[in-house]
């Protein structure tokens, strides 16, 4: 039987940094089971379902700016209720005119993502949030797509870890605050250099 189904075209925003892009796929609850994601060095093709709708989108980046290491640590990707999100490591630093080789397509269907936008004068910012998303490369990568709340459970399943994961959870931007475990081995290597600290002045 032949599918005759339409496939939208889904509307997609992006920023940049010097190293970097960040895609995204304005799309609302897709079907995780239903999402294909084939991200090449020079194009990123993307297939999924939401609300009875099927959406198919292909696109060829710009040519000039070498395209991107879809092999790279960084290049990460994350379907969430309101869209896709992906991050994507450049293969050679610069910022891009625009995002696509097609200017008809980047015109009609390529929004700029003002929310994560920043100009070349302004790369102090920062790079992009990647928090929870999955490694292209690898999938999970371990643990790379697991949010604060599973870590928590996991480690209250390993036992006693509840009082570990709610320390792990103070960091700022999501990051574990180690703090505490530092404390007590700066403590130790303070006593155990007791006999080095009053050092008379030399003359």
């Given at each position: 039987?032949?599918?005759?189904?339409?496939?939208?075209?889904?509307?997609?925003?992006?920023?940049?940094?010097?190293?970097?892009?960040?895609?995204?796929?304005?799309?609302?609850?897709?079907?995780?089971?239903?999402?294909?994601?084939?991200?090449?060095?020079?194009?990123?093709?993307?297939?999924?379902?939401?609300?009875?709708?099927?959406?198919?989108?292909?696109?060829?980046?710009?040519?000039?700016?070498?395209?991107?290491?879809?092999?790279?640590?960084?290049?990460?990707?994350?379907?969430?209720?309101?869209?896709?999100?992906?991050?994507?490591?450049?293969?050679?630093?610069?910022?891009?005119?625009?995002?696509?080789?097609?200017?008809?397509?980047?015109?009609?269907?390529?929004?700029?993502?003002?929310?994560?936008?920043?100009?070349?004068?302004?790369?102090?910012?920062?790079?992009?949030?990647?928090?929870?998303?999955?490694?292209?490369?690898?999938?999970?990568?371990?643990?790379?797509?697991?949010?604060?709340?599973?870590?928590?459970?996991?480690?209250?399943?390993?036992?006693?870890?509840?009082?570990?994961?709610?320390?792990?959870?103070?960091?700022?931007?999501?990051?574990p605050d180690l703090s505490s475990f530092t404390?007590?081995?700066?403590?130790?290597?303070?006593?155990?250099?007791?006999?080095?600290?009053?050092?008379?002045?030399?003359?």
């Open positions: 039987m032949t599918d005759t189904t339409t496939k939208l075209l889904p509307p997609v925003k992006w920023a940049q940094r010097k190293d970097t892009l960040f895609v995204t796929i304005d799309v609302p609850d897709v079907v995780k089971d239903s999402a294909v994601v084939d991200l090449k060095d020079d194009s990123l093709t993307f297939k999924g379902k939401s609300h009875d709708n099927e959406y198919e989108l292909e696109l060829e980046f710009w040519k000039e700016g070498e395209g991107i290491d879809a092999a790279a640590d960084g290049s990460k990707y994350s379907i969430k209720p309101r869209n896709i999100q992906f991050h994507l490591v450049k293969k050679k630093e610069g910022f891009w005119p625009r995002l696509l080789e097609n200017k008809q397509l980047q015109k009609t269907n390529v929004k700029v993502d003002f929310d994560k936008w920043v100009d070349s004068d302004d790369e102090d910012e920062g790079g992009f949030n990647t928090a929870g998303m999955d490694d292209l490369a690898g999938g999970m990568g371990g643990m790379g797509g697991m949010d604060m709340a599973q870590l928590q459970q996991m480690m209250a399943q390993m036992g006693g870890g509840g009082q570990l994961a709610a320390q792990m959870g103070g960091g700022e931007g999501g990051m404390a007590g081995a700066d403590d130790e290597g303070e006593e155990g250099d007791s006999d080095d600290e009053a050092l008379p002045d030399l003359e």
